[in-house]
């Protein structure tokens, strides 16, 4: 790349704020463009932030240039920096040069609002915009902390296989592949763990850390086919030792991304008061005390009194969207109506979604209300408990039946297994789930045929419990539920670049 263009030294918009009253070049995209008298003002992004470049009719050639510059034309402009603290990042630049890299004629993510079957369909392109930005900035950095918590605790990373022979999760949600010309059915790995536990025995602490697949016929908010996970596995860990692990996890990664994300969290709307207060303890409860909780008289009543005062913000909301749209129809000026579009859009949103929930609620009260032991824990009763904390709520010792076959079941009740599940709060559900691994033998191999399992794909597995077995453990975070939870994102969809969900593939 050269070095200098126009006499000027290229730089990036982040590096702005210190350049005040200096001379350079940028080089990016035209995010937006608005016109005043003899004045053009450019909103022109790198990937770094944001500037807006202030074109005079006093440049003759620049300000031809400027008058036909489309929205994500590729462009550069040079000029001279100058603080203004009404501009994005404090700073714009009186612009001396603009030259046109790469046009872009009738770009289809305008700036006005699209629905969401329309911006998945660009997802390419609606990638550029300065909210997904924000959102792929943050999972960055939660991934680079999620790494350095595990540099800094002695964990060696280790790479485990995306092929493999058999399910570790549940057999209903396998994607089989057609491997060369192999009889036996190969699938896309569930998990790491399986394999993971072969490293521990070998290297103390480990994880692994890369895509993972379910074929769960699932289209809610929280679900994904190919998303990413972190999975930490732990030789010589007991169930309490998991779940001092986790709590510490989560907490750092909380404050990475704090320390080093805040701007992004305030693009994002995020309240970060609530991030704040994710410190430790978090609160912990059984799964029968769950239960009893999801029971009880005291939360059938605030779930009843929730009911009522999020039908009366329903009513609130549809008398704003008829003020919002009569301010909408006395706008003249261009911008004014963009702004009202784009507020009026996200109103709609929010009243579908609300009114969505509002008609599904009373059956989620009273499923609470008679939930049955036994039964795991969904969406809805997760939403339920996490709803009632203001950090992380970790719940240990769910029933055997509907869990792992690799779990150690609790040595007081063999009806319960030594797992935990960590549930985000603000109603963001399961975002941790682990547990100490069965190290017996003959109790391991009775578990795989209760289960009706072919032993002969894990007879390898079955070694480690044959050669040198130990008390050890793991957990599984996923990173995409983690990034909407911190985000405060209502839909997984925006956490991960391309999303692949039931019905989608594309782009």
């Known amino acids: 790349m050269a070095e200098k263009m126009d006499d000027m030294p290229i730089k990036s918009i982040k590096e702005l704020p210190a350049l005040a009253g200096q001379s350079v070049t940028l080089r990016g995209w035209l995010y937006g463009k608005r016109s005043g008298g003899k004045v053009v003002f450019l909103l022109v992004r790198d990937g770094t932030g944001l500037c807006q470049c202030v074109v005079s009719a006093a440049t003759p050639a620049a300000w031809d240039v400027a008058r036909e ?81 595990f540099d800094e605790h002695d964990f060696t990373l280790v790479d485990t296989p995306l092929l493999v022979p ?49 074929a769960e016929k699932s289209k809610t908010r929280r679900h994904l086919a190919e998303f990413w996970m972190v999975e930490p596995e732990i030789a010589f860990a007991e169930l309490p030792d998991l779940v001092e692990w986790a709590e510490a996890f989560i907490i750092y990664l909380v404050q990475a991304v704090m320390a080093e994300r805040r701007p992004e969290l305030m693009e994002l709307g995020r309240d970060v008061d609530r991030l704040a207060a994710i410190q430790a303890p978090f609160p912990r409860l059984t799964y029968t005390e769950a239960v009893e909780l999801l029971r009880s008289t005291e939360v059938h009543e605030e779930l009843q009194a929730e009911w009522a005062a999020d039908r009366q913000r329903l009513t609130r909301l549809r008398e704003d969207l008829v003020e919002q749209e009569a301010q909408r129809a006395q706008a003249r000026k261009r911008w004014q109506q963009e702004k009202w579009d784009r507020s009026i859009h996200d109103l709609r949103e929010e009243i579908r979604a609300l009114d969505e929930d509002l ?149």
């Not at 550069?76 to 920096?81: E, K, L, T």
């Not at 009889?183 to 072969?198: I, M, N, R």
């Not at 069965?438 to 070694?463: C, H, T, V």
């Not at 839909?491 to 019905?503: K, Q």
């Open 69 to 149: 510059l489309t929205q994500e034309c590729s462009l550069q402009v040079s000029g001279r920096v100058r603080a203004d603290m009404r501009a994005p990042g404090g700073v714009e630049l009186e612009v001396t040069a603009v030259h046109l890299i790469g046009g872009a004629d009738d770009y289809p993510v305008s700036r006005k609002p699209h629905g969401v079957d329309f911006l998945l369909n660009h997802r390419h392109l609606w990638l550029r915009t300065p909210r997904q930005a924000a959102i792929l900035r943050i999972r960055h950095t939660l991934i680079q902390a999620i790494r350095r918590f």
């Open 166 to 214: 058999g399910a570790a999760e549940g057999a209903g949600t396998l994607f089989p592949v057609r491997y060369f010309d192999e009889a036996e059915a190969v699938y896309l790995a569930q998990t790491g763990q399986l394999y993971l536990e072969s490293a521990a025995m070998a290297l103390g602490r480990v994880y692994c850390f890369g895509p993972t697949f379910r």
């Open 359 to 507: 008609r599904t609620r009373p059956q989620h009260i009273e499923g609470a209300r008679h939930f049955t032991w036994g039964a795991d824990l969904g969406g809805d009763e997760e939403t339920i408990l996490s709803r009632r904390f203001d950090r992380p709520l970790i719940i240990t010792e769910y029933p055997r039946g509907v869990k792992a076959f690799y779990m150690k079941p609790h040595p007081d009740d063999p009806r319960r297994v030594l797992n935990l599940d960590v549930l985000a709060p603000e109603g963001y559900g399961e975002i941790i789930g682990g547990s100490q691994r069965e190290d017996n033998l003959s109790a391991l191999k009775k578990r795989i045929a209760e289960e009706g399992m072919d032993p002969a794909p894990y007879q390898w597995y079955l070694d480690l419990r044959r050669y040198g077995s130990v008390p050890h453990g793991g957990f599984g975070l996923g990173v995409e539920r983690t990034v909407a939870w911190i985000c405060g994102l209502r839909h997984i969809r925006e956490t991960i670049p391309f999303p692949r969900m039931m019905g989608r593939m594309t782009p």
